[in-house]
């Protein structure tokens, strides 16, 4: 018997790219008013070193 094996790898991103900076101020807006020390977590965003992140919708349907 043959022992199984990966033939092919593939990654592709979602379909909808966001920067970080649209980010932060999409999240800033749904969640701004729930959360008094929002500027301090909002900070993840930036020491994460991430440009762009991809959605499988527009940031807008959030």
């Known amino acids: 018997?043959?022992?199984p094996l990966i033939q092919t790898v593939v990654t592709e991103n979602a379909r909808?790219?966001?920067n970080?900076?649209?980010?932060?101020g999409?999240?800033?807006n749904l969640f701004g008013n729930d959360h008094e020390d929002m500027g301090r977590l909002?900070?993840?965003?930036?020491?994460g070193q991430?440009?762009?992140?991809?959605?499988?919708?527009?940031?807008?349907?959030?």
């Open 1 to 3: 018997m043959d022992m």
């Open 16 to 18: 909808y790219p966001v």
């Open 20 to 24: 970080q900076r649209d980010l932060v």
């Open 26 to 28: 999409g999240v800033r």
């Open 42 to 47: 909002l900070k993840v965003f930036n020491n």
């Open 50 to 62: 991430i440009e762009n992140r991809y959605f499988v919708a527009p940031l807008q349907w959030f």
